[in-house]
């Protein structure tokens, strides 16, 4: 079965400096990959995806790539705010796939 | 995004009682619900699948007794936790799974506190 795995497990920026975070998939036929914030006491709350036809997706001050070939992808958030301060989780998930496979969480500091 | 809610919110109930959480997709129908726990600072355990209609699929170790799953609905699952005890105490969180790109919504969570 699919498995994620997700770097680095903690994450510590400057106020105004970019954070990349990065996971790696193990199944080829995963083609779906959505990025999800968590807030402390909340839900995870979809933040952005990307599928495997597209290898750069954009929305402000985030971005997604892909590497299908390297079977990896990352988070890059530019600009960071301290409202940044989340968990990020990263996710792969097969076309039509029933499961999601989530990987381990990124906790990201923003200093002010 | 797609809207699911969870209520309630936060519980506190004694040890030995059953607890009811419900989660709502409130602008999609959902054929497929998941719930997940989640321990603090850990990432989110699957702990069933709720299918529309049908019997939950529940994920190894898990017991089924404990946690019942309902699907009655397309936009309502629900999760009993069982003659609750303690260590049951945790953070517990519903997906709905939108129908036509398939992609998870979240709801707010419940958490739940066993005296």
């Known amino acids: 079965g699919e498995n994620v795995e997700q770097h680095p497990s903690t994450l510590s920026v400057q106020e105004g400096d970019s954070a990349v975070i990065k996971c790696t998939y193990s199944d080829s036929a995963s083609n779906y990959f959505p990025w999800y914030k968590q807030e402390l006491g909340k839900g995870p709350q979809l933040i952005i995806d990307?599928?495997?036809?597209?290898g750069e997706k954009k929305d402000q001050r985030i971005a997604v790539t892909l590497n299908k070939t390297a079977k990896h992808f990352s988070l890059h958030i530019t600009e960071t705010q301290p409202e940044d301060s989340a968990v990020y989780f990263c996710?792969?998930?097969?076309?039509?796939?029933?499961?999601?496979?989530f990987g381990a969480g990124t906790r990201l500091f923003v200093k002010a | 995004g797609a809207v699911v809610s969870q209520h309630p919110s936060r519980v506190i109930c004694k040890s030995g009682t059953s607890v009811k959480i419900e989660c709502r997709s409130l602008d999609f129908q959902a054929t497929t619900m998941f719930w997940y726990r989640q321990f603090p600072k850990q990432s989110l355990m699957l702990m069933a699948t709720?299918?529309?209609?049908?019997?939950?699929?529940?994920e190894q170790g898990v017991e089924k007794d404990k946690f019942l799953i309902n699907h009655a609905s397309l936009t309502l699952s629900t999760l009993t936790v069982t003659s609750a005890h303690p260590e049951d105490s945790s953070f517990y969180i519903c997906s709905a799974r939108e129908p036509i790109e398939k992609t998870q919504y979240f709801g707010p969570g419940t958490r739940l506190l066993v005296l």
């Open positions: 996710a792969a998930r097969e076309t039509g796939g029933f499961k999601t496979i």
């Open positions: 709720s299918n529309e209609g049908s019997k939950a699929t529940y």
């Open positions: 990307i599928r495997s036809n597209v």
